[in-house]
């Protein structure tokens, strides 16, 4: 049973830091495409980030980029978010995913290009 399990998140203050682990497991995703999406209460899932299968290239929306890095150890099966600076807006659910493809050159920001998973992790940043 492939499962994609998230942990990391919680309750922390407007600047503060955090960093989100996503680990594989039942199948490696150290081929395919990873990506983290988020949640608010309310609102339709959004596009946080994506790397690469060999993690030499990601992609970030925009309200995150400079603040979060995505990152990977392949050799873990485990996907990261390191999320700086955070601020309010950035309260949500957060859920990792990944891209059945293998050896995709894509990195996707549409929820409907992955194929696994997780259950979520959630961030709350008070002001």
């Known amino acids: 049973q492939v499962q994609l399990v998230e942990s990391g998140g919680g309750l922390v203050q407007a600047g503060d830091s955090l960093r989100l682990s996503c680990a594989a497991s039942g199948r490696t995703f150290s081929k395919n495409t990873m990506g983290w999406f988020r949640q608010a209460p309310g609102k339709e899932r959004e596009f946080v980030a994506a790397?690469?299968?060999?993690?030499?290239?990601?992609y970030y929306a925009d309200s995150v980029k400079g603040r979060f890095a995505i990152s990977r150890d392949n050799a873990k099966n485990t996907v990261y978010l390191q999320m700086n600076s955070l601020k309010p807006e950035d309260t949500a659910v957060y859920y990792c995913a990944a891209d059945a493809t293998y050896y995709s050159i894509n990195l996707y920001d549409t929820t409907g290009k992955y194929d696994y998973w997780g259950q979520g992790t959630q961030v709350t940043v008070s002001s």
């Open positions: 790397i690469s299968w060999t993690g030499g290239r990601t």
